[in-house]
């Protein structure tokens, strides 16, 4: 294998003091093995690999991703904070130049919060990716990102805070909703009125191997990712797509992983889940680095690895070649398709129903986005829970033209308390948060 040497920065936090219960898969041993493997393959004694410490998230870094209710510090720990800090110093590490890619192994996780957040879903309280992609905006200027999420579940969280986006581009390839949570992330969930094209989503049948993951980043990652052309590109580094993991039902291997991020060739990867902690993380992880530091991994082997048990059916294969297709032909026709989806509409409406399965909160919430041809959309958020917290929020995107800011700045001035517990005026432009 000849790979051209990177260097590579690691950033741990296992989250000693955090857990949702001693039982529970998210727990430090997800991380606590990673790191036994790491150094007794002797991976921090090469001089390419270096080892950082996480620094701490503020919750102005937080308020630039989210809207918490009813605020940030309600919803986090300290915990969260020094894994999006993690997050944050592996950005900050590639992009001063004191390394060629990072990678960020922390806990909690952070794919399933999204841009409304009242509590805790999917293990998640806060988007730490996001959060690292506002603080990449806000302090270097870097206009377009691609995430690309390899979690076995949709990552629901980050298309949400992104759906109105056009400049980053969220691809999510994952085990089909239809068989796991977050029973969401279909191919037709294509993105906000203004940035169609902008979320890809790409649900893969229960069994998929090596092969169909492969396919579909040569097929429809690495196609679109050359067409969007992003500055940064960021893996969403989640690990129970893996044959042994206890809560999904995928079969890809620690091998398949490393090559995934050999092609793919992530400027951060961030990890996500993965909960089989003993048979997958350590190869999995260390497959990982040894990619992104341009290393060979072709040892890199799960003692109970066998090809032929985890092997795709032609089905699977004859399923996903055809639903490639039909994603790039969607891709390639995203252009036309804001005539014909949103016609001659001033507003777009959507209404969603979120259960915060980790702290058992219903949400009920409706969007309105303002059409607009010169940027994201002036975005209005209504949201009541049924912890009798409601919310109102204005959002301004990263690039605002002056009518969706003067409309924007108009709706925020006209609404008073009455019947909502607070409002929240979020400037991704000027980085201004106000709450009323």
């Not at 949702?20 to 041993?29: D, G, L």
């Not at 055809?322 to 005539?339: G, H, P, V």
């Not at 989806?341 to 001033?346: E, L, N, P």
């Not at 507003?347 to 399965?357: A, E, F, G, L, W």
Request: with cysteine.
């Amino acid at each position: 294998m000849k790979n051209k040497t990177r260097k590579t920065g690691l950033i741990f936090f296992p989250a000693f003091d955090w857990a949702i219960s001693e039982t529970h898969p998210e727990r430090e041993e997800r991380l606590l093995y990673t790191q036994d493997q790491v150094l007794e393959e002797g991976l921090l004694d090469l001089d390419n690999i270096r080892e950082f410490k996480p620094g701490i998230a503020t919750y102005e870094d937080i308020n630039r991703a989210h809207i918490c209710v009813p605020d940030a510090q309600s919803i986090t720990t300290q915990s969260h904070l020094i894994s999006a800090g993690g997050a944050i110093t592996a950005a900050q590490k590639v992009l001063t130049k004191e390394v060629d890619n990072a990678f960020a192994l922390v806990r909690p996780p952070g794919h399933h919060a999204m841009l409304v957040a009242h509590g805790a879903r999917g293990f998640c309280n806060i988007n730490i990716e996001a959060v690292m992609i506002e603080y990449i905006r806000k302090n270097f200027g870097i206009k377009k990102i691609a995430v690309v999420d390899t979690d076995c579940h949709h990552g629901d969280g980050t298309q949400d805070i992104y759906w109105n986006d056009p400049d980053v581009l969220c691809i999510s390839m994952h085990q089909d909703g239809h068989t796991l949570y977050p029973d969401t992330g279909f191919i037709n969930d294509f993105g906000g009125p203004n940035a169609l094209g902008a979320t890809i989503n790409i649900p893969l049948p229960p069994k998929t191997s090596d092969e169909g993951f492969l396919h579909v980043l040569d097929h429809v990652i690495l196609p679109i990712l050359d067409d969007f052309r992003p500055e940064i590109i960021i893996n969403s580094a989640g690990q129970d797509n893996h044959y042994s993991d206890p809560i999904t039902d995928m079969c890809f291997s620690a091998h398949g992983y490393a090559l995934l991020n050999e092609k793919l060739a992530p400027h951060i990867a961030v990890l996500e889940g993965g909960y089989s902690i003993e048979k997958a993380l350590p190869y999995v992880n260390v497959g990982i680095i040894l990619a992104m530091a341009g290393l060979d991994y072709s040892a890199v082997r799960e003692p109970d690895y066998d090809p032929d048990k985890i092997r795709q059916s032609m089905d699977i294969t004859r399923f996903i070649e055809s639903e490639s297709q039909e994603i790039i032909l969607m891709w390639n026709d995203r252009y036309n398709m804001k005539a014909k989806i949103v016609g001659s509409a001033g507003y777009v409406r959507r209404s969603k129903s979120i259960y915060y399965d980790t702290d058992g909160i219903r949400e009920k919430q409706m969007e309105t986005v303002r059409v607009c041809n010169d940027c994201g959309g002036l975005v209005m958020i209504e949201s009541a829970a049924d912890t009798g917290k409601k919310i109102f929020a204005v959002i301004l995107p990263g690039t605002c033209c002056p009518e969706c800011r003067r409309n924007g700045e108009m709706f925020f001035e006209r609404l008073s308390g009455g019947q909502y517990n607070h409002i929240y005026f979020q400037d991704r432009e000027k980085d201004v948060f106000i709450v009323k």
